[in-house]
C-alpha cells in the first residue's frame, strides 16, 4: 500500500517537476477535476492519439474517421438516455458538506454477540474491508462494549435502508445524522446556446464521443463508400461532472476519449467480433509498452448490463490504487441507431443486398480515455534504479520506460563538449535533420552522464553523443540506449533505420 502511495506521488511529482502535467488555473488555486498538459504531457498525449488513430483508421480499410461537435442538439442526449439516466447516486453531508458517490461510500454495522451496536463508514479503497474492521474494533473498544465482535460486512450506501442512514457515521466528520439518503445527480455539464438563458436554450457539453457516431451514421453511409462490417471512429474531448474526480488524472472532469463503433450485420456473430476488437485493444496496448502483468478482463455480470447490451468487458489496469477500468469494449446491440432513428424520424438502416431488406446494424464498441492511457504508461514505466557512474560511485538514476512509439522525445542529440565549435556545429546538423521527422532534443549543457540522467527521466529511449572520433574519424556517433544503458557506434543512415522500424 505505501510503495503505492509511493509510485503515485512520485509519478505526480516527476510529471509536475518536468512539465508533463499540471493542476489547471493553477495560479488560482487550481479547479478540482482539471489538468493541463504540458511540453512534455502534450507531446506524449499526442503520441497516443496519432498511433491510436494510425492503427485504428488509416491502417485499416474497414474503418473511417470523423470530428464531431462537442456540443450538440440537445435532443441527441434525451434520445440517448443520458438526460434521464446519466446519473451516479450522490451522498450529501450536511455538515462538512462534502459530497460523495453512493456507490464509493461503505458502511458496516458493528454486531457484537449478534447484536448491532452501532456503524462504521470508510469510502472505497484498497483497504475498505481492513479499515472499517478496524473502525469497528476500535468503537467496541471506546464504547467498552463486552462480548465477541463479529467481522464487519461491508455494504455501499446505495444498499443502506432509511432507517440505516441516519445511523451511519459520515467520512468527513466521523459522527452519525448528517448523511443524506442517495440521490440521482446527472454528470452534464450544461451550458445555454445563443443569447436565451431560458430551458429552450440549455444544451450539454457532451459526456462521450460515441454519440456523434450514431448521430452522423447516415451521413457517413451516404458518403463514405463503407461496407458492413465497417467502423466510425473518433477522438475528442468529454465532460463529466463527476463527484469524486480523484487519483490524478484517472478520473477528471475533462477528459479526452478515443472511441469506435463498430457496425455489424444483425445477424451477424456479435460475440465473435466483440471477442476480436478485445484482443485488438489489448494488442495495442502492448503495442504501446504496457506489459502484460499489468493487464486483465472484467466482464460485466449479466443482471449489471444494461437491458439492450449484450455484453461488456473492461480491459483493466493494474493502476498503484488498484485494478481499474482502462478499456470498456461493449457490444450494444441497434440501441443507439434506433433510438435516434424514433426521435428523429429519420431511418437509421442500411440496404441487404442479399435478402433485398433494410435492417438496422448492431454495433460494438471500443471506448478508451487518452488520460488513462497516460497514465498507465507513467505508472507502468516508471522506476527508480541505483547504478554506477563513470567513476564508480553508485547513484540513482529515474527512468521512465516508454516505448519509442509515444516517448515525448525520440532521440536526444549531444555534442560532447560545448565550447568546441566543430562538435557543436555536426550536433546541431544532425538534429536540424532528425526534426525534420521526429520530436527530438538538443542539449548541450553539463557532463554527458547527468545529460543522459535528464533524457531517462522523461522516457528518451535514444541519446546520441558526437564526439571527436565522429569529427575525425568515420563519422560515425556514439548511441546510448535507455534501458540498458549499453552504448555502440552508429552511422547516421543505421540511426534512421532504427528510428524508422521503432517509431511508427
Ligand atoms: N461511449 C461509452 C463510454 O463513454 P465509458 O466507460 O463511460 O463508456 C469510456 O467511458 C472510457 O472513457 C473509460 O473506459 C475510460 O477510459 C474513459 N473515461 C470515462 N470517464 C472518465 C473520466 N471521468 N476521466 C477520465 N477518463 C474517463
Redesign the pocket.
Known amino acids: 500500500m505505501s510503495d503505492s502511495i509511493n509510485l503515485m506521488e512520485a509519478i505526480v511529482s516527476l510529471a509536475k517537476r518536468r512539465g508533463f502535467v499540471f493542476p489547471s488555473s493553477e495560479i488560482y488555486g487550481g479547479l478540482n477535476g482539471f489538468f493541463d498538459y504540458g511540453p512534455l504531457g502534450a507531446e506524449l498525449k499526442k503520441n497516443i492519439r496519432d498511433c491510436w488513430w494510425n492503427d485504428m483508421v488509416r491502417r485499416r480499410d474497414d474503418i473511417v474517421g470523423i470530428e464531431t461537435s462537442i456540443i450538440m442538439h440537445p435532443k441527441v442526449w434525451q434520445a440517448s438516455g443520458h438526460v434521464a439516466g446519466f446519473t451516479d447516486p450522490l451522498v450529501d453531508c450536511k455538515v462538512s458538506k462534502q459530497r460523495f458517490r453512493a456507490d464509493q461510500l461503505f458502511f458496516a454495522p458493528v454486531v457484537v454477540d449478534g447484536q448491532t451496536v452501532g456503524y462504521v463508514s470508510a469510502l472505497e479503497g484498497d483497504r475498505t474491508a481492513a479499515d472499517l474492521q478496524e473502525q469497528a474494533e476500535t468503537f467496541k473498544r471506546k464504547k467498552a462494549i463486552q462480548g465477541k465482535l463479529e467481522p464487519v460486512a461491508p455494504r455501499d450506501m446505495t444498499e443502506a435502508k432509511p432507517e440505516e442512514i441516519v445511523l451511519i457515521p459520515s467520512p468527513a466528520t466521523g459522527e452519525p445524522g448528517s448523511l443524506t439518503p442517495p440521490r440521482a445527480f446527472n454528470m452534464m455539464f450544461e451550458t445555454y446556446v445563443g443569447a436565451l438563458r431560458d430551458d429552450s436554450a440549455i444544451s450539454y457539453l457532451r459526456p ?1 464521443t ?1 454519440q456523434g457516431m450514431f448521430v452522423d451514421f447516415k451521413s457517413v453511409v451516404d458518403t463514405g463508400r463503407v461496407k458492413l462490417p465497417f467502423g466510425i471512429a473518433q477522438i475528442g474531448k468529454s465532460f ?1 461532472n ?1 463527484i469524486t474526480p480523484r487519483n490524478f488524472i ?3 472532469r475533462e ?1 479526452e ?1 478515443m ?1 469506435m463503433e463498430y457496425f455489424l450485420h444483425e445477424d451477424a456473430d456479435w460475440a465473435a467480433s466483440h471477442r476480436e476488437w478485445i484482443n485488438w485493444c489489448t494488442d495495442w496496448l502492448r503495442s504501446i509498452g504496457l506489459p502484460d502483468s499489468h493487464l486483465s478482463e472484467y466482464n460485466h455480470p449479466k443482471e449489471k448490463l444494461a437491458f439492450y447490451s449484450k455484453g461488456t468487458t473492461d480491459i483493466m489496469f493494474k493502476y498503484p490504487f488498484g485494478v481499474q ?4 469494449v461493449a457490444a450494444r446491440g441497434n440501441y443507439d441507431l434506433t433510438q435516434h432513428a424514433t426521435a428523429s424520424g429519420v431511418p437509421q438502416v442500411i440496404f441487404d443486398e442479399a435478402t433485398k431488406k433494410k435492417f438496422t446494424p448492431h454495433v460494438i ?1 471500443p ?3 487518452v ?2 492511457i497516460f497514465l498507465a504508461v507513467l505508472c507502468a514505466g516508471y522506476a527508480e534504479e541505483e547504478v554506477k557512474d563513470d567513476k564508480g560511485n553508485v547513484e540513482k538514476r529515474t527512468v521512465l520506460r516508454l516505448s519509442p512509439r509515444i516517448a515525448p522525445v525520440k532521440v536526444a542529440v549531444l555534442p560532447l563538449l560545448k565550447n568546441k565549435p566543430e562538435l557543436v556545429a555536426r550536433a546541431q546538423a544532425l538534429h536540424r535533420k532528425l526534426q525534420r521527422r521526429y520530436a527530438v532534443f538538443y542539449d548541450e549543457g553539463g557532463a554527458i552522464g547527468r545529460r543522459y540522467r535528464r533524457q531517462d527521466e522523461i522516457g528518451t529511449p535514444w541519446c546520441v553523443t558526437i564526439d571527436f572520433d565522429t569529427i575525425e574519424k568515420d563519422g560515425s556517433f556514439t548511441l546510448r540506449e535507455r534501458d540498458s544503458m549499453a552504448q555502440r557506434r552508429i552511422q547516421e543512415p543505421e540511426l534512421f533505420a532504427l528510428l524508422d522500424e521503432k517509431v511508427y
Not at 477500468?325 to 470498456?328: F, I, S, T, V
Open positions: 462521450e460515441a463529466r463527476e484517472f478520473r477528471s477528459f476519449q472511441e477500468e482502462l478499456w470498456g464498441e471506448a478508451v480515455g488520460d488513462r
